[in-house]
Nanobody
Framework: QLQLVESGGGFVQPGESLQLSCAISGDSSVARAIGWFRQAPGKEREGVACISGSGASSTYADSAKGRFTISRDSARNMAFLQIISLKPEDTAVYYC???????????????????WGQGTQVTVSS
């Protein structure tokens, strides 16, 4: 089993930056990829970015390229999502997730991920 706990969300103004954190605990026998997702009110959960277990590879949704940066610190069992130039449309609950095994997900579809955190709310408003 794997436990994921997100933190770092909050209420921010447009144009500001934010770094979300994902604390990873539990089964450490496998270096799993970590994905970040978000779900806005009334919308489906969408993939934002994914980083491999080694941190050497990453994938971004087209909507995330340029303002979102995914990273990880394997020594601390942490993953991060930095967002710059926040916009009101970035308002959502942000989740981190991991697949069951050591494979790198073929896509950023939620169905590719098996373990989920509880989410952290990001609200962007003036």
């Amino acid at each position: 089993q794997l436990q994921l706990v997100e933190s770092g969300g909050g209420f921010v103004q447009p144009g500001e930056s934010l770094q979300l954190s994902c604390a990873i605990s539990g089964d450490s026998s496998v270096a799993r990829a970590i994905g970040w997702f978000r779900q806005a009110p009334g919308k489906e959960r969408e993939g934002v970015a994914c980083i491999s277990g080694s941190g050497a590879s990453s994938t971004y949704a087209d909507s995330a390229k340029g303002r979102f940066t995914i990273s990880r610190d394997s020594a601390r069992n942490m993953a991060f999502l930095q967002i710059i130039s926040l916009k009101p449309e970035d308002t959502a609950v942000y989740y981190c997730a991991a697949p069951y095994g050591s494979w790198y997900p073929q896509s950023l579809k939620p169905s590719e991920f098996d373990f989920w955190g509880q989410g952290t709310q990001v609200t962007v408003s003036s």
